[in-house]
């Protein structure tokens, strides 16, 4: 009984803070916005107690592998010191420090680089996997890559001088003209979804 009792007032209280947000939207008052911007503003708190319970469970789950035999600790080890050392450079100055920029810009960026390097060879090998033209879309899509990719390379215009003009072309036409389809069908999930989660149709707070 108790716990039926928990569960509906969770699911009231979830709609009506989803319909007074969502209300702030499209309706202007001195005291929707008050009420708003507070509810937003507990979120933002919640969300910051997510990022440090994260946090704490990625330093729980390394410490774990610290006393394991299985020859990960080594690892683990290395991303705990790391860690300790960025919080105890970084969090007093609030990312602004000479020492905040030195980190960013001597070890985030380049290990950043690389490992961007090394995702390239990944995607090619997905690339060339997924572009097999066994179907006509297939193919299509196979000339689209070799279009957009020779188009780019210094080398288009030695190819064929209207091939720069062809790549622009398929960025500009048949690339916005899907990714615009994409983004409003996934602008349509989010609202389908809002709105089960607002009427209590689907309740993943109460599981």
Known sequence: MRRGFVS???????????????AHQ???APILD????????????????????????????HIQRLFR?????????????????????VLPSGGISPESAWIFRYLYQPLEASFLALLVFFIATAAFRALR????????LVLAALIVLTGSAPIAN??????????????SVPTVAG???????????????????????????SD
């Open 8 to 22: 509906l007032f969770t699911i009231i209280l979830t709609i009506a803070v989803g319909v007074v947000v969502l």
């Open 26 to 28: 499209f309706i202007s």
């Open 34 to 61: 008050s009420v708003a911007g507070t509810l937003v503003s507990w979120a933002a708190i919640v969300a910051a107690f997510a990022v440090l319970l994260g946090l704490f469970n990625v330093l729980a789950v």
């Open 69 to 89: 035999r299985d020859g990960s600790g080594w690892n683990s080890a290395v991303i705990l010191v790391t860690a300790f050392l960025v919080l105890l450079l």
């Open 133 to 140: 033209a066994r179907t006509w879309e297939t193919s299509l």
């Open 158 to 171: 030695l190819v064929s001088p209207q091939l720069p003009a062809l790549k622009d072309w398929v960025m």
């Open 179 to 205: 990714v615009r389809g994409i983004l409003l069908g996934v602008a349509l999930g989010v609202i389908a979804t809002g709105l089960r989660l607002l009427t209590g149709i689907d309740r993943p707070y």
